[in-house]
């Protein structure tokens, strides 16, 4: 663009590129134009560009005249702007206000701009802040060292934020390619696992297949031989029924003695054959097959379900192998009889405190009636990721998690606790779960609950947890719903 120093800038501009003239020509509507921007111009629509003029072609060829007074001007113009580039000298002392053609040698603060004396003193200007020139431009110069300055230090800090984010960026792709080759890794695996399972039970299904073949096709064969001899013998027969002579017949008969072998010796034997019937059959596999594999894949695949085990101080009562948690009956409201344990089950336990013992199998322990028992995990969780089950069966009230993080369902609504405060979950209506999975990840420190039927994501939970050390949190309701709640173990 023309400097707007150059005297008569703006005629000696190009309305096209806005530029000094470079071999100006001049259309016949009076409006002068770079000899090159006209012409790309007029190669897409013939007018003039500023009033639309159409331009005339002269055998298919426009007809473009030179400017030649206007030519001189441009480049004196040029000329003179290359000699004011060499120089190198300020043009502030050679700017004049274009209203009073007075030298500008004020700086007008309020309104950012050069200005003459006469401007000062005008009412465009009343009450303005004024410095002169070199004033002005020192103290602009100052501020804008500051503002560079502070310009510099944000953009270290963001260029610090920018590398951060592009290691992070870096950190996850190479996240994104070992999740893609675990992932493959592990179903390569399962993959492995089922085609050989897949071609264990085919060979299997072909061996029976073969046996069975071998003793339906040797029962036919005995079949078929002992028809083909009781085919013969009636052809034999029925030729000699043929003849009519009497002589003839009893001759014949006389000299047959295979024939009348054959019927000494026949035996009628069409009962005593049985047909050997299909029983092939892969037994659960025929019908269950799927189910039956998943549960031999579960021996394969791991890492497993944590099996949890769980230690109480409550009116609970924890199973031998300490996988599940019972709640106190209504008749524990004071009492509690404890059989030591010596079997598998719940009824190492007894609560009734109309008994009295006085064998050492069995110990009476006072106790408060509790609205809840709670219960941890003897499994500790420091650092990796973890993931268990708890069937919670037809419990009407439970709590399950982390202490201070976990889920709770009191009969009727679902809410999830951070330790900051709760939240309800599933609003309306929602469907029993009877199966419920948590993802703990110690490292992100994130705490996931699953319906462990369907593995449909519940909710998942952020925080900063208080210990270090955590253990598996299970908090039950002590009412007349006496169904266990039990860690499933896989």
């Not at 000696?12 to 111009?41: N, Y």
């Not at 009295?356 to 499994?379: C, E, G, L, Q, V």
């Not at 809410?415 to 209506?429: E, I, R, W």
Request: with cysteine.
């Amino acid at each position: 663009m023309a400097s707007s120093s150059t005297p008569y800038s703006e005629e000696l501009t190009c309305p096209i590129c806005l530029a000094i003239f470079s071999d100006p020509v001049i259309l016949f509507c009076g409006h002068s134009f770079c000899r090159e921007c006209i012409t790309l111009s007029l190669s897409s629509q013939q007018q003039c560009p500023q009033c639309r003029t159409p331009v005339p072609t002269q055998m298919g060829h426009f007809h473009l005249t030179t400017n030649h007074i206007l030519k001189s001007l441009a480049e004196k113009a040029k000329e003179t702007e290359r000699l004011k580039r060499e120089s190198g000298k300020d043009e502030v002392s050679g700017w004049f206000c274009p209203e009073h053609e007075e030298k500008l040698k004020l700086f007008c603060i309020t309104d950012q701009q050069l200005v003459c004396i006469i401007c000062r003193d005008g009412a465009k200007h009343e009450g303005h802040k004024f410095k002169p020139v070199k004033e002005a431009a020192v103290s602009l110069k100052a501020e804008l060292e500051a503002f560079v300055q502070q310009v510099s230090c944000d953009n270290v800090s963001i260029e610090k934020i920018a590398t951060t984010q592009n290691e992070e960026i870096t950190k996850s792709k190479e996240k994104f390619q070992q999740l893609m080759t675990q992932i493959s890794s592990q179903f390569k695996e399962m993959h492995q696992f089922l085609k050989k399972r897949e071609d264990e039970i085919k060979e299997e299904l072909k061996l029976k297949m073969k046996d069975e073949a071998k003793k339906m096709s040797e029962n036919l064969e005995t079949i078929e031989t002992t028809l083909s001899g009781g085919t013969e013998l009636d052809k034999k027969v029925k030729l000699v029924l043929e003849m009519t002579d009497s002589e003839k017949f009893l001759k014949s008969w006389a000299e047959e003695n295979s024939a009348k072998t054959a019927r000494r010796a026949f035996r009628p034997r069409g009962t005593s054959f049985k047909v050997v019937n299909s029983s092939l059959s892969l037994m659960p596999y025929e019908s269950h097959l799927q189910f039956f594999v998943w549960k031999e894949m579960l021996q394969v695949i791991q890492p497993r379900a944590e099996q949890l085990k769980f230690t109480t101080k409550g009116p609970a009562a924890v199973s031998v192998d300490g996988r599940s948690l019972l709640s106190a009956c209504e008749q524990c409201q004071q009492y509690q009889y404890v059989q030591q344990p010596t079997s598998h089950s719940y009824n190492s336990y007894n609560y009734d405190q109309r008994q009295t013992y006085s064998d050492n199998n069995y110990y009476r322990t006072p106790r408060k009636y509790d609205k809840h028992s709670s219960a941890f995990s003897s499994n500790k969780f420091t650092s990796g990721q973890h993931y268990w089950e708890i069937d919670v069966g037809q419990k009407t009230y439970w709590e399950i998690g982390i202490e201070k993080h976990f889920l709770k369902y009191d009969g009727s609504t679902y809410t999830v606790f951070d330790g900051n405060g709760s939240k309800g979950l599933f609003h309306g209506s929602p469907k029993k779960i009877g199966k419920i999975g948590i993802y703990l990840n110690c490292s992100s420190q994130e705490l996931s609950f699953y319906d462990a039927d369907t593995m449909t994501h519940i909710h998942t939970v952020t925080q900063r947890y208080a210990s270090q050390t955590l253990s598996a949190y299970l908090k039950i309701g002590n009412y007349k719903d006496n169904y266990p709640v039990m860690a499933c173990w896989y």
